[in-house]
């Protein structure tokens, strides 16, 4: 009745799924809910122990009815599946004990970017709190749903889209949620009240097009073509400033990560399906992967991997970013 009582916050809530700029506004939406004013914290499940957590669970709000606490990365475990050692004290237990014990002045938001299974522990914890909410937040997979999605922000920016307008130019995007609603933006700016989107637009307003996407970059990158690669990491960094250590180094590691493997694999004779069950990529994928590997040794990516881990610790230790990856690229394309 309490909780009630104090308006639309939930005890609980559960937000997951890939879509991360539709979780992002799910959690905004609750920080700017009155009854929390300053009581907002937030944690990082990979690193944050569940004592922590709960201490501030269970502390009194100041000068506001409820205290809000965010729990990113609930389940332990990064997007790729890795469980780093914060997580195996077992946070997810601790927090399948604590659920029922949740104070009724606080709402606890559980954040984790992969989809959880329906027989997830923690779901079925979750379920079982009263009054709780949940959201499974996916980025649309098929062309179609693309360009509704991208119709949907249009109308949420101040404007309405026609349907062909719009898919014209979703489905090559990428799948970051946040960045696309920063193209449905920047497309409203250019062509705002004066008429329909059409696929030229999207094309000239999304620096994400064509060359500039971080799949290609990647596959510049392995196939040693320095100018394509140039090119799309200059369209990439022009586009967003926050790219370089959010979206792109990430996935250039990724990329020699699986390229190192495929190498392996290929150096003991495996043929094409052992090659797609050990990268547990699509076949498509691991054949590019396959083709792109054979252009090295396996000392070479090695190298390269550790040439990836160096320019790691010097951006965070102050390296200019964008500096560090053009030098990258021009080493990793000499």
Known sequence: MKRKAEGAAPPLVVLHGDDEFAISEHVQQLRALPVFHLNVSEFDGRKAGMAEVRGVCDSLP??????????HNAGGKSVEGDEPPAAKGGL?????????????????VLLDQRKLPENSRLLK????????VEHFCAVPAKEEE???WVVQRARAAGGASPRAGAGGGAAP???AGRRRAGEVQNLWAFVIGRRLVQPADVEQTTPAAGQGTIWVLVDALAERDARRAHACLDKLLTHDALQPLFEVFP?????????LQAREVLDIGAGAAELQSALKVHPFVAQKLGTQARRY?????????????????AMKSGTEPRTGLELLVADLTA
């Open 125 to 132: 914890a979750a379920r079982k709190v009263a009054e709780h």
């Open 62 to 71: 100041f000068l506001s009815p409820r205290r809000l606490v965010v729990l």
């Open 92 to 108: 997810v237990s601790a927090l399948v004990d604590y659920l029922p014990q949740l104070p009724a002045f606080t709402t606890l």
């Open 297 to 313: 040794t396996l000392p070479a990516l090695e190298a390269i991997y550790a040439r990836l881990a160096q320019l790691d610790v």
């Open 146 to 148: 693309l360009a509704q």
């Open 173 to 175: 995007r990428g799948r």
């Open 251 to 259: 996935m250039i590691v990724r990329q020699y990560r699986l390229l």
